[in-house]
């Protein structure tokens, strides 16, 4: 397939209200309220995803919510005071060590 015959997705700018626990609730084109789960959390090892639902830094329903697409760009009303809207989930690995203390493999 040439690159003259792809079909690349619009890429689409909205504003997250929450990013808490891999799911980010946003304002959609419509204005209404929309639910997506941070990039990267189904690809995370299962064993590592049931630590971090059990520390409470991963929702327990999260693979209900779709994942964010890709052609979507996600940014805070205000960045100064909720810092920077990150459409894909934190690095597993240094989160777990930061709470644990040690390497979780």
Not at 38 to 53: N, S, T
Not at 70 to 91: L, M, T, V, W
């Amino acid at each position: 397939m040439s690159n003259s015959t792809k079909s690349k997705k619009e890429r689409v700018y909205l504003t997250a209200v929450t990013i808490e626990c891999g799911i980010i609730t946003l304002i959609n084109e419509d204005g209404e309220i929309a639910h997506y789960r941070q990039r990267g959390i189904q690809r995370i090892d299962a064993k590592k995803r049931q630590l971090l639902i059990g520390y409470g830094f991963l929702h327990r329903n999260w693979n209900s919510v779709p994942e964010l697409p890709s052609n979507y760009s996600i940014c805070f009303e205000d960045e100064f005071i909720q810092g920077k809207a990150r459409a894909s989930y934190p690095n597993p690995d240094k989160l777990l060590e930061a709470l644990t203390g040690k390497r979780i493999h």
